[in-house]
């Protein structure tokens, strides 16, 4: 059962363009996402995270939109440039703790010069 | 700056033998964890550590094995190598409380091992 599920798996943008990755959940308890990158050869680095108290998140070029009542949230990243190309993770966590983490499957972005 | 490392980085390993991947933090965190990744599936928690001498399981401990021998040092054990472990493995660190309840997870470059 996967319980956070993130579309597309791969998506390509032009180099200025805006893009949108989606991310959607089934555990009602999850109130902390945050969203990883991932460079070829590389470990995940977190980019940016959400509470669930929240709705929206900016920090740079990169925006959370989190829609508690429907289960999902995005992450825009506005300006694309070629250097964004990477493997981006939705994740999640119910409460505090050891802070687990369930992660997505992961979106590809190609941003094209 | 949080620092992991792991070794080795690549390995290659027989099908029934014992494998060891090594992870060590300079960050001062109580937490620790080893995640597979394998394409398609994203990251799954295999093990994870809150202190020294002791490891707890994630989602996916059966056929793997953790050792905390001290707080920088966490370790995962595959006894007997399969065919289905050939994955590329991740250990993370992070704080117990950093904002909220929430830490950030600091990951180590990644472990790429392949079961022949």
């Known amino acids: 059962q996967q319980q956070v599920r993130q579309s597309p798996q791969s998506l390509t943008v032009w180099e200025g363009e805006t893009a949108i990755l989606n991310c959607s959940y089934e555990n009602s308890a999850f109130d902390y996402f945050p969203w990883y990158q991932q460079f070829p050869g590389e470990g995940p680095a977190l980019l940016i995270a959400?509470?669930?108290?929240?709705d929206k998140k900016e920090d740079g070029g990169f925006t959370i939109f989190f829609n508690k009542r429907e289960k999902n949230l995005s992450l825009h990243i506005k300006d694309s440039q070629p250097g964004d190309s990477a493997t981006y993770f939705c994740a999640a966590s119910a409460g505090s703790g050891y802070n687990k983490l369930t992660f997505g499957k992961g979106t590809v972005l190609l941003v094209s010069p | 700056e949080a620092a992991v490392t792991q070794s080795p980085r690549s390995k290659v390993a027989v099908t029934g033998g014992k494998v060891t991947l090594s992870c060590h933090q300079t960050?001062?965190?109580?937490?620790m964890y080893w995640y597979r990744q394998d394409t398609g599936h994203g990251l799954r928690l295999i093990h994870y550590s809150y202190v020294a001498d002791s490891t707890e399981k994630g989602d996916i401990p059966d056929g793997y094995k953790a050792s905390r021998p001290s707080q920088e040092n966490f370790s995962l054990i595959l006894e007997l190598a399969s065919l289905s472990q050939t994955a590329v493995y991740f250990c993370?660190?992070?704080?117990?409380?950093?904002?909220?309840?929430?830490?950030?997870?600091?990951f180590g470059p990644g472990t790429r091992l392949t079961v022949l």
């Open positions: 960050n001062n965190h109580d937490y």
């Open positions: 993370a660190s992070s704080d117990l409380r950093d904002w909220g309840g929430y830490a950030e997870q600091f």
């Open positions: 959400i509470r669930s108290v929240s």
